[in-house]
């Protein structure tokens, strides 16, 4: 018995999330250039941006007194990043002209590596694909990196606004001209509260959406002007900062153990194990989201897997300092959008899918990404020009298709849908593709929405740990370490249709990291539908809910988890 | 009217929190965040002066230049300046050396109210305001439920362990907020993006008439020697319940001498 | 080591917690002097003197008559600095608070706070002062003398030593800037049992309790114990019981004596606002629930059938 989240859709509807611009003049802000996002991407947007205004300083006059504004719905820059991360300096030498590699924000250099094939109690050493070689790359926190990045815009006089959520995409005349923020000070049931602050509308002449992975306004702009025909896929990847004793000495790949791979069960990914530094080891368990099995729980393989011998001695006498959780778009190059631009604005970064998945890179493409909107956009504000005139923003398209982030997710497209016919056929096949640089197969292999795969009551939680809180956790002691702050009473921000097949239900309860999803009412109800209750409040913003069948909104600005070292 | 807020930053919220080993200080190389206990103030401040008429809601943060932030978050919430002491000589100061500084730059603005937040969520700063309003020989008046000003006086409400006092005393002076007193308000759009143009003073310890051996670890007259686990929990006992429970209950709290 | 214990009153009778600092001062060392400032509380010295001080002074005037703390900063500077005590002890409240720490300035000396306990290593005095929530013990001194020091409420336990003090009285001179606040109205709280923060016993209900009305079940037996109710998050959400009562990491912080446990699974977010209850008592059918492994007595039952038998267990016991 088997049932499709698909069936059960949220209620959502983009259109509720578009609105026309309505503040009077005194109570609006005006920007001249709008990103959304205090990510790699938003940030290298804000900093290219700034860096061409300084050249040509009487356009930046012209912009107004916020010549460039970057909104974060995170407490700061950092507080919603989330990443392994193994980052190629690239994009940063491209940004930042000159810099040396010992002033960027990476934290050691990767100097050796190993893929492994994990059985339950046996590692096996793989030789490593060339997709995965590492050389001259950089282990780092992106909470760090963002930081770092949101400094240095500050710095070149990018005004970041933190706390503060993009709710609606304002439209005027068929284009987009800024964003509506969201209130503060709700309670439950929508109400005002003594302290409720409403949003404001921002008006800007260029937006560029770089909200990262399952983006809100992203979707938003996406269904408006209709913008993707392929479906995206993702992936969820739980991760864990640990304090260790013994520094490790290589950045590690597992695949196998704990995942399965007969062809039925769909599981596909694997962990990843970095030296952040001599004293930090960070690892995380990475699931692609078209699984089958109800029951599996990211969090928990992530878990069992600390279990396994060889990350037990990694680990051992070590101390869990930080856990966090986010998705990966999985698509590549087969699930990009048709477009990445639409009138009055441009999408960059995880938003629109640039994720290398064989090689785990996606940060350097999102940073080159934002450069070239940003690049764009310059163009676009010149005097004699609006970004919103026809083909304004095409160059953008253009810029991104000749660029290495284009070819590097042609080579390797097909290497991630192969998976879906399980382990054994989808390594040879994505072998084959790797081998002949991405000719064969030749066209392109097909990839299906997460929602649209039925989930089975299996049994998978059969295996989970029972949490000792030395090596293996909990949901929620995980959650507190997040340093999530989600007020209680705040209206939920979560759409799900709330009543749906146990399987379902199930499936969301195990998936969801933050124990977000509780599966209520009688053991065996009638036409097997049940009841699911939702603690909003415990919602780490990882995204995995909007692709198994639900829709994740933003909360209140500030909310939600405060990474520091992720 | 003048009303001076003092705020401070603290580690923030899910910053791996440790103690430094060498220092056996609150180690605050981490990301830090406005003291939520202060936001109760600053509302409090900012409410006081909203009847009308001209006035200022000065923020006044001691704390490392990181720290600047946290007065930022301030100004965008309300506040119409603020004054950041800052001097690599402050670091390591313990209560007394706080104070002296504090007071220095509280006296430099001759404000007409003085208001605290309750305590601090890394407990480092929870008794200052009695202490500066020592030293600057004002009344102070501490858990303040509500705060009305009337005729040139303060009546507060104070909340106790026994109830609320209510207790008035003349302006100026000093009053330390409770968490009780107010529901803080969101800063706004408008507001997060003018912070950065409200004017914000920096003052060193010159500025305040005070040498480096009056604060820091030399003005200090406390120090941490080590740190340690806290002492176990002692013994727990486990039942299962045989119809017995209750009674094994009682005779639990009897011998604790609880009951 | 000469030591001068703070001993606050109220409504006649000289405080628990004062008391409890004062035995504790005595187990230290030999000098101590306990001190009592209020109006009509020279009744009071003998009573405080059975608690370990070798002297009781007095400072009895009526402008001292209301608990307010700067009038007090005059009288025990000018005592201090007489007598040259180099330890001074108060027990933590509302009002001891404010006293320390302007006493802190006004002798330029050190105070710390919230400590847990006091002991003698070396030759100094150290104090142990909990951080980060409980997690870690500091060991904390002094660089000078005089000493403060604020005693967390409720460590110690007054204890009869048996003896009897010479009581004396001090001279009280309070300055005019002293005596600015005026104290209009003083709480008298004669409310239905304690509130959270200041209850000795708190009994708290959880999602086992299965549904709001078995909150009744909660009340009860806190009522028969003298105690406030707590409610958990989740309940509270749910709208069980008001927020007022909701004890965790986004309710209330609280650390009474003694905290029963009805059916709560004590995940972190619960646990962060009751650890340093000084008596956990947990009751839960689920015998893997995370409340376990740091309650003091964990019950593996049903908080039905269990909680209404204790309450009429208590309830036999007051009466019998």
């Known amino acids: 018995m088997s049932a499709r989240p698909a069936d059960f859709p949220p209620p959502f509807d983009a259109e509720e999330f578009i609105a026309e611009a309505a503040d009077p003049a005194d109570e609006r802000v005006d920007v001249g250039a709008l990103v959304v996002g205090a990510g790699p991407a938003g940030l290298s947007a804000a900093i290219r941006l700034a860096q061409l205004m300084q050249e040509r300083p009487e356009l930046g006059e012209r912009l107004g007194d916020v010549p460039i504004a970057v909104v974060e719905k995170g407490k700061a820059p950092g507080a919603h990043l989330l990443s392994g991360a193994v980052v190629n300096p690239r994009a940063f030498r491209q940004l930042f002209l000159g810099m040396h590699s010992e002033d960027m924000p990476f934290r050691s250099r990767v100097e050796r590596e190993g893929l492994y094939f994990l059985t339950s109690n046996r590692a096996l050493r793989l030789p490593a694909p060339p997709t995965m070689w590492n050389h001259g790359n950089y282990v780092a926190s992106l909470a760090e990196i963002g930081r770092w990045l949101a400094e240095r815009a500050e710095e070149l006089g990018v005004t970041i606004v933190p706390e503060t959520t993009a709710r609606k995409l304002l439209v005027t005349g068929g284009r987009v001209v800024g964003i509506r923020t969201g209130d503060r000070g709700r309670g439950r049931g929508g109400e005002e509260l003594p302290n409720f602050e409403p949003g404001s509308d921002m008006r800007t002449r260029v937006t560029i959406l770089a909200e990262g992975t399952q983006g809100h306004l992203t979707g938003v702009a996406m269904s408006r002007f209709g913008l993707v025909s392929k479906p995206q896929v993702w992936a969820l990847g739980v991760k864990e900062l640990w304090e260790v004793p013994r520094p490790l000495n290589r950045v590690i790949h597992t695949m196998g153990w704990p995942l399965r791979g007969g062809r039925r069960y769909r599981e596909f990914g694997g962990s990843f194990i970095y030296p952040l530094d001599e004293a930090h080891v960070a690892l995380g368990m990475v699931v692609g989201l078209d699984y089958t099995d109800a029951t599996l729980s990211v969090h928990d393989l992530l878990q069992e897997l600390k279990g396994h011998p060889f990350v037990r001695r990694i680990l051992e006498g070590g101390k869990r300092v930080a856990w966090g959780a986010k998705t990966i778009p999985e698509g590549g190059f087969l699930a990009l959008p048709d477009r990445f631009h639409f009138p009055g604005g441009m999408i960059v970064g995880d938003g629109a899918g640039l994720v290398n998945v064989p090689a785990l890179k996606g940060i350097h493409y999102a940073m080159r990404s934002g450069m070239l909107a940003a690049e764009t956009a310059f163009d676009a504000l010149r005097p004699g020009r609006t970004p919103w005139e026809p083909g304004a923003l095409e160059p953008y398209d253009a810029a991104l298709r000749e660029s290495y982030v284009w070819k590097d997710l042609q080579r390797v497209r097909n290497m991630r849908p192969a998976f879906k016919y399980g382990f054994v056929r989808g390594s040879l096949l994505a072998g084959a593709a790797l081998n002949s640089l991405g000719k064969f197969p030749p066209g392109d292999l097909s990839l299906e929405s997460d929602a649209d795969v039925p989930v089975f009551m299996g049994n998978r939680d059969r295996a989970y740990p029972q949490p000792d809180g030395k090596l293996s956790f909990d949901k929620l002691s995980s959650v507190y370490l997040s340093g999530n702050k989600t007020r209680d009473d705040a209206p939920s921000h979560i759409r799900v249709d709330d009543k749906v097949r146990r399987e379902v239900a199930e499936t969301w309860a195990h998936m969801c990291p933050a124990q977000v999803y509780e599966v209520t009412g009688d053991a065996s109800p009638a036409g097997n539908v049940v009841d699911v209750e939702v603690t909003a409040s415990n919602c780490i913003q990882c995204g995995a809910i909007s692709a198994k069948g639900g829709r994740l909104t933003p909360p209140e600005g500030g909310d939600g988890p405060e990474y520091s070292l992720m | 009217m003048k009303i001076a807020v003092c705020v401070k930053e603290v580690p923030d919220a899910s910053a791996p929190k440790r103690i430094d080993p060498q220092t056996f200080r609150l180690d605050r190389n981490v990301p830090g965040a406005l003291n939520e206990f202060d936001t109760h103030a600053l509302e409090e401040g900012l409410r006081l002066n909203e009847g009308g008429g001209d006035g200022e809601v000065v923020a006044i943060l001691m704390g490392p230049p990181k720290a600047a932030d946290s007065l930022r978050k301030a100004l965008a919430i309300g506040a119409d300046r603020a004054v950041h002491v800052a001097d690599d000589a402050l670091a390591g100061s313990d209560l007394v050396a706080t104070t002296k500084a504090l007071a220095k730059a509280i006296e430099r603005e001759s404000p007409d109210l003085v208001l605290f937040g309750q305590q601090s969520a890394d407990a480092d700063g929870a008794v200052l305001w009695a202490s500066v309003a020592d030293r600057l020989r004002l009344p102070v008046i501490s858990q303040a439920a509500s705060l009305e000003l009337a005729d040139g006086k303060a009546k507060v409400k104070r909340q106790t362990e026994y109830g609320y006092d209510v207790i008035e005393a003349p302006l100026p002076c000093v009053v330390a907020v409770s968490d009780a007193i107010n529901e803080p308000r969101y800063p706004s759009l408008k507001g997060i993006m003018g912070a950065k143009k409200k004017p914000q003073d920096s003052v060193a310890l010159s500025d305040l008439g005070l040498g480096p051996d009056d604060v820091g670890e030399a003005g200090s007259r406390t120090e941490v020697y080590a740190v340690g686990e806290p002492p176990a929990r002692g013994e727990s006992r486990r039942i299962e319940d045989n119809g017995d429970a209750a009674e094994a209950i009682l005779e639990y709290l009897t011998e604790k001498k609880l009951v | ?320």
Not at chain 3, 6 to 20: A, C, F, I, N, R
Not at chain 3, 264 to 273: D, F, L, M, N, P
Not at chain 3, 289 to 302: M, N, Q, R, T, W
């Open chain 3, 1 to 320: 080591m000469s030591t001068l214990v703070y001993v606050e009153d109220h409504e006649g009778e000289p405080v628990k917690g004062s008391l409890g600092v004062l035995s504790k001062a005595a187990t230290l060392g030999d000098d101590v002097a306990a001190v009592l400032c209020g109006s009509g509380v020279e009744k009071l010295g003998e009573q405080v003197g059975k608690h370990g001080a070798k002297r009781v002074l007095v400072a009895d005037d009526p402008a001292l008559e209301a608990p307010l703390p700067q009038p007090r900063v005059d009288v025990l500077t000018k005592l201090i600095e007489a007598e040259g005590f180099d330890t001074v002890l108060f027990g933590a409240s509302v009002l001891t608070a404010d006293i320390a720490a302007a006493l802190a300035s006004r002798l330029d000396a050190g105070l710390n706070w919230d400590l847990v306990d006091l002991e003698e290593q070396d030759g100094k005095l150290v104090g142990k002062r909990p951080a980060l929530q409980d997690s870690v013990l500091l060991d904390v001194g002094w660089k000078s003398e005089p000493r403060l020091a604020l005693i967390r409420s409720g460590t110690f336990e007054p204890a009869e030593s048996g003896g009897s003090a010479e009581v004396s009285k001090v001279e009280v001179a309070i300055e005019d800037w002293s005596q600015q606040a005026k104290m209009l109205e003083q709480a008298h709280e004669e409310s239905e049992g304690p509130s959270i923060e200041d209850a000795d016993v708190i009994v708290a209900g959880g999602r086992g309790l299965g549904k709001p009305e078995n909150f009744s079940l909660v009340e009860a037996l806190a009522k028969e114990l003298g105690g406030a109710v707590a409610a958990t998050r989740a309940v509270v959400d749910a709208g069980w019981y008001p927020y007022a009562s909701q004890v965790g990491q986004t309710g209330k912080t609280v650390a009474p004596k003694l905290y029963i446990a009805c059916g709560i699974s004590g995940a972190i977010q619960h646990k962060v606002g009751m650890q340093s209850s000084g008596t956990i008592v947990a009751i839960n059918k689920d015998p893997n629930a995370p409340i376990f492994e740091y309650s003091d007595l964990g019950v593996v039952g049903d908080v039905h059938d269990i909680v209404p038998k204790l309450t009429e267990l208590v309830k036999n016991r007051k009466s019998g």
